[in-house]
């Protein structure tokens, strides 16, 4: 039985709203029987649809990492915020500096961390990245001590309203080394000339 | 280093022009209130912002418009240990990292006054090159850092939006076929039952229809479903049963219940009468 593109529309809308998690393409085809024939290709059609019929609304549809959820949009957070006294914890710049450096690097272990940080890594950090659910330990390097490999989770994307690692805006470029001296040297002779 | 710069930026005091010297709390001042009363604890606050010598070295340079490359490493060094001094005056714990890099910068300045081998390897590194490696790398993270800070954020800048899921109805929804025999099985069954839970209360309970017509009612009177022999109290014997069973026939008669059954050997259940669904 092929069923019309509304009700399909309507089944997506509701099982997102439903869902206490994102929903991907693959856990909403599941939803259909086998002679509701819905290819992936139709159901992303229709999702896009629905994105766009929700364009005046104050929800929209998103894709985050997990999948797709509803959210309710950036530009309404000064009004609905309030509806919870406590503003949700800031983010610290130990903690933001310390999960870019996972985010960009992964995998990556403490001491790769420290390194580029200039200091140590506190735990308290690393256990809060964890109590989140933002990283995970995905291995071990093996060297002596066999530290872990820390990696970024698809709820770290979440949170962030990103839907893949290469979503994250861009990481300045960086001058090389060999560029660097000859600029350095560069500048040695110009303050000898002068 | 300059005291004023930091205060500045840590009291609420917006600069206005040059004859009103500020505006506090709006109302604008000519001149410094002499009781003017700056926290101790404002530089603390200042100093202890920093993540790393990396992040205090940066702010050194920025503070002054240099660029990374161009380091004069002597005047940073004075300016680095003036800021690491005042840290340990005002006694911030100070992590050795700290330290180690007003060495490091120290042993830069020194190698960068060494009289370089004339014809020498040119292998040999700027000394300020692998500082510059690691502030550079410092500074793409922390941009980075800002960045990933600027993102929406759930829970800050959007927020999930959810719905209750339709009530799933897993009970059976057709109405019961059967013919007054079956509905007597069922009593039977019931019956049967209560020969084994034989009661050894003793005395008489007046059991009144009408009484049970109401209790029958209000378990049901939330959309409850209930298993069809979950009605009949046990401990009530076999009169219990019958007025049960009369109460169960007179509300169904009166329309004021429903027997479903999912198939022919299932469960009996009894709910509300369902007018739209009828």
Request: net charge negative; proline share 5%.
């Amino acid at each position: 039985m092929k069923l019309s593109r509304q009700l399909v529309k309507n089944v997506i809308e509701g099982a997102i709203f439903a869902s206490p998690m994102p929903l991907s393409v693959d856990d909403i085809a599941v939803l259909f029987a086998d002679d509701e024939k819905l290819s992936r290709k139709e159901l992303q059609i229709l999702i896009k649809e629905l994105q766009t019929e929700y364009a005046l609304r104050a929800l929209e549809l998103v894709e985050v990492a997990s999948g797709f959820r509803f959210q309710v949009r950036a530009q309404f957070s000064p009004w609905i915020s309030k509806m919870w006294p406590d503003k949700p914890a800031r983010l610290s710049r130990a903690l933001l500096e310390t999960v870019a450096i996972i985010a960009y690097r992964q995998p990556v272990t403490r001491a790769e961390i420290e390194a580029i940080r200039g200091v140590v890594v506190s735990t308290q950090i690393i256990k809060a990245l964890f109590d989140r659910d933002w990283i995970v330990v995905v291995g071990h390097r093996e060297v002596p001590g066999r530290p872990a490999l820390l990696a970024t989770t698809r709820l770290f994307l979440d949170a962030f309203s990103l839907s893949s690692l290469s979503e994250l805006p861009p990481l300045a470029a960086v001058r090389d080394l060999e560029t660097i001296s000859r600029e350095i040297e560069n500048i040695a002779v110009e303050q000898q000339k002068t | 280093m300059s005291v004023a710069v930091i205060t500045e930026q840590v009291l609420p005091i917006d600069a206005v022009n040059d004859e009103t010297y500020a505006r506090v709390y709006g109302e604008i001042l000519t001149k410094i209130p002499e009781d003017l009363y700056i926290p101790p604890d404002a530089l603390a606050v200042f100093l202890e912002a920093f993540e790393g010598p990396l992040d205090l070295l940066l702010y050194l340079i920025r503070k002054q418009n240099l660029d990374i490359l161009d380091i004069p490493v002597a005047e940073i060094t004075r300016q680095y240990i003036a800021y690491i001094e005042l840290m340990q005056v005002l006694n911030i714990d100070l992590a050795a990292e700290y330290l180690l890099m007003a060495a490091l910068l120290a042993e830069i300045k020194s190698r960068l006054l060494l009289p370089k081998p004339v014809a020498a390897n040119d292998e040999e590194e700027d000394p300020r090159a692998e500082l510059i490696r690691r502030l550079q790398e410092y500074e793409r993270f922390k941009k980075a850092a800002d960045d990933i800070a600027e993102l929406p954020q759930e829970g800050r800048d959007v927020f999930e939006a959810h719905a209750e899921a339709p009530v799933r109805d897993l009970l059976p929804t057709q109405p019961f076929t059967g013919d007054v025999a079956l509905l007597l099985d069922a009593m039977r069954d019931v019956m049967k039952r209560t020969v084994l839970q034989q009661s050894h209360v003793v005395g008489h309970e007046g059991l009144s229809l009408q009484q049970r017509f109401q209790e029958i009612i209000e378990r049901l009177s939330f959309g409850e479903t209930v298993v069809f022999y979950e009605l009949f109290p046990a401990h009530e014997g076999r009169l219990g049963v019958v007025v049960t069973f009369i109460a169960i026939l007179e509300l169904l008669k009166q329309k004021l219940i429903e027997l479903v059954q999912n198939g022919f050997l299932e469960p009996i259940y009894v709910r509300q009468y369902d007018e739209a669904a009828a």
